[in-house]
């Protein structure tokens, strides 16, 4: 998972502190009401793609 900030001038990869078997990378349930990183819980209508 990444973040950025506006300007997206620079993208971070979020470390998984919850998994860390698999850390860096997150499993991503499109069927939970939520999903927690580190700092943020997101709901399913946060989530972009391209």
Known sequence: MGEGFTPA???HLLSNPFQQNISPW????TNAPETKTARYIFK?????SF
Request: net charge negative; aromatic share 16%.
């Open 9 to 11: 001038q620079s993208i």
């Open 26 to 29: 997150y499993e991503l349930d």
């Open 44 to 48: 399913p209508t946060n989530f972009r």
